[in-house]
Structure formats: C-alpha cells, structure tokens
C-alpha cells in the first residue's frame, strides 16, 4: 500500500520561500520516477518538478530558477524547495509517484498521489 504525505505548505508574502516534504511508504523515492504536481482553484492539476528513474531532474518553465526538487533517500522523503515565490505560485501542492508513461506534466501519467498541502502567497 503505497502513501504519500506531504507538508511545509503555509501563507508567505511575494518573495518568500517554502520547502515542502512528501514522506513516502509503500514506495522507495529511489525506486523511480516522482514528482510535484499542483492545482490552483479553477484550473488543472499541472506538473511542475520531476525526477526520472535516471534521477535528472525537469521543471516547467515558469518555476525554474525558482523551485528545485530533491530528495533524502535515508528519510524516504522527497522535497520541493521554492523560492522567490509569487501569487500566481498559489496553489494546492501535491506529491505524486509511480510514472505511467505519457506527458509526465500530466496528472493522469502518476498512479499515486498524496493528500495535498496548501501554498498561499500574497
């Protein structure tokens, strides 16, 4: 049984910074491919950071420089850091494991998904 619970998410003003953690179980973070997905009100889930099963990393365009994705093997845990965050960075952040093949940047390529934590900035 495979859980993904995240945190860190919070209110922070423009420019501010966030890291948040996904701990998974069920599933190794070294197994392979994992990613953040979030979802602002009103539009589509959108990927926005992942890590390959060759363990390169990818970022949509409007988040690089800015978010960088991570992970702890030890801790099973992988991270989203944010920086120089901007409201349009508002959103429902989640985690996501398990490639299924397709646009990876799409929600319906992941089989797992974690709960969900909330991001806010303003």
Not at 15 to 41: D, H, I, K, N
Not at 77 to 83: D, H, P
Request: charged letters at 20%; glycine letters at 12%; proline letters at 2%.
């Amino acid at each position: 049984h495979v859980q993904l619970v995240e945190s860190g998410g919070g209110s922070v003003l423009s420019g501010g910074s966030l890291t948040l953690s996904c701990v998974a179980s069920g599933y190794s973070v070294s197994e392979g491919y994992m990613a953040w997905f979030r979802q602002a009100p009103g539009k589509e889930r959108e990927g926005v950071a992942l890590f390959d099963k060759s363990g390169s990393t990818a970022y949509i365009d409007s988040v690089k420089g800015r978010f960088t994705i991570s992970k702890d093997k030890a801790k099973n845990t992988l991270y989203l850091q944010m920086v120089s965050l901007q409201p349009d960075d508002t959103a429902m952040y989640y985690c996501a494991a398990r490639f299924k093949g397709g646009s990876w940047t799409r929600r319906e390529s992941w089989n797992y998904w974690g709960q969900g934590t909330q991001v806010t900035v303003s």
